[in-house]
């Protein structure tokens, strides 16, 4: 069976790595387990081990297999292995060279491919690669392109290099393409230490058979500690592990050879037919595997053997790993971040599309239904105006939550990105937010446009520019508030009900249906969160303040004018002083969502490092 050509590691690489485990345990506890004594017994009895006293090692240029049934533990323990599960959580010690395992330090020098791909659909093959490699890697764009030829050499995906990633709903590349390409962004970096979960899931035999070679080729090569989780190999792949580990129940049956497996089979008195694998004979004799000791193993190769004396002579090489650099400054960070999400924006053809030609139909439809509501003073009409602000801000804010999806998907990401270490996630909010100022104005501005005009609102350039200021500042509030709960939810139903329900709260607290001293004072807190209020004054101080909005008539008795401007304003309570205060508060706004957002993120993010 020929391997793919890979080329050795240029520099070789510097640590190999040992992964020991010793009597690791592991059962899922529901809260109460946690802060009530009475329950532990009952609780004990209810939720069975996922992982019962495991003692198992994966060792450099070797891959260890783990298989077993469905429900056999196979992915919690490659879970374990890679600091996906915290620690604290699970009984007893894993080791890598001797030492205790630092999860954050570990995932440095670790690549963890999980059975569901996060890739992002609408970047291409060599984007998905080219980005995880500029984040991952030190050095100059230069040494990140050669990085990435390299890999989609190894991997066999020069052909669809600039094809999608695609999703359900667009086609793109196949799914043993993007299982390639789910291994090539963990491989980028050159870990020592590979982990993937069920490489060969839903791929036909010969994709299954090319990505365990490539995997095979590398631990060879390159001296990688490979570890997998497989349900039903066939005869040719399973030729090519080395280890193999066979779980039930959560329980090792089997740890060795492929030959030793065969072996005890056979000293137990089992014939294994011919069209039958050892394996998969394994897993229907497990009764007689149980009666065995599960902890033989086998006389290890001449070459595995000094490896692993060259690491035991070598402990304090993984303890001195430093586990806060990061590959590439902030600036350089967030400029990375933000290329990569621009794209994404601008690809998102629902979106980009929609948001445009909703701003632009907005404008033109309400100012067409709204026009010249107060432009003649025989058919002045000060409720309608007023209904026509009201109803612009409801329509602005209520009308951004459509990127909720694309923030989800990105939370996704992020998590598994920023706990590998690939880069900060402030630099991700800082990038997040300086991509949709542009954008968001781009909207803004082709909204206030043709709706400005068309109302007959104050006809001078600086009541426009500030209309279309107060415009911005409201999408980007929104946008904020937005991107804050998408940090906070579970999932999409959960944030469209919330941000909905809570958009309807401010409305109604903004002052416009009912006025702030009639307020309940228990409820008067809503009033000053409400993200309405501030835009809603400048509308109104923007077209009755100032000298000419103070001496505009409003509201006249047979050509008499009783109400002007400013007589407005103070029934409503509103100060001209507010005018840029208001501005300053709706930047507080947006400012704090983020930092929010940003609070959020860090503590899901080391919620999942611990």
Known sequence: MELPRIAPNSGGLKTRYSIKTKNLSYKLCSQIDEFSWLHWKKTT?????????????????????????????????LEILAGVIPRRKVCGEVLVNGQPMNARCFRRLSGYVAQDEALFPLLTVKETLMYSARLRLRGSLHTAAARVNELLKELGLEDVANVRIGSESSRGISGGEKRRVSVGVDLVHEPAVLLIDEPTSGLDSASALHIVLLLKSMAIKQGKTIVLTIHQPGFRILELFDKILLLLNGTILHHGSLH?????????????PRHVNVLEFAMEMTEALGMEDSEEDEIEDTDVAQDYEHIRRNPNQYSNIEETIYSNGRFKEVLILGQRFSNIICRTNQLFAARILQAVLGGVVLGTIFMNATNDPRRLKLQTQIGFFAFSLNFLLSSTTEGLPIFLQERRILMRETSKGAYRVSSYVISN??????????????YSTPVYWLVGLRREMGGFLYFSLVVWMVVLMSNSFVACFSALVPNFIMGTSLIAGLMGSFFLFSGYFIAKDDIPKYWIFMHYLSLFKYPFECFMINEYGGEKGKRKCLETIEGNCYLYGEEFLKQQGVEESNKWSNLAVMMGFILGYRFLCFLILMYRSYRTRI
């Open 45 to 77: 009895v209810d939720n069975p081990y996922i992982l019962r006293n495991v003692n198992c090692e994966a060792r450099p240029g070797e891959i260890l297999a783990i298989a077993g049934p469905s429900g056999a533990g196979k992915t919690t323990l």
């Open 260 to 272: 030793l497996l065969e072996q005890r089979l056979t000293f137990a008195g089992h014939s294994i």
């Open 433 to 446: 937010t300086l991509v949709f100022l542009p954008f968001l104005l781009v909207v803004a501005l082709l």
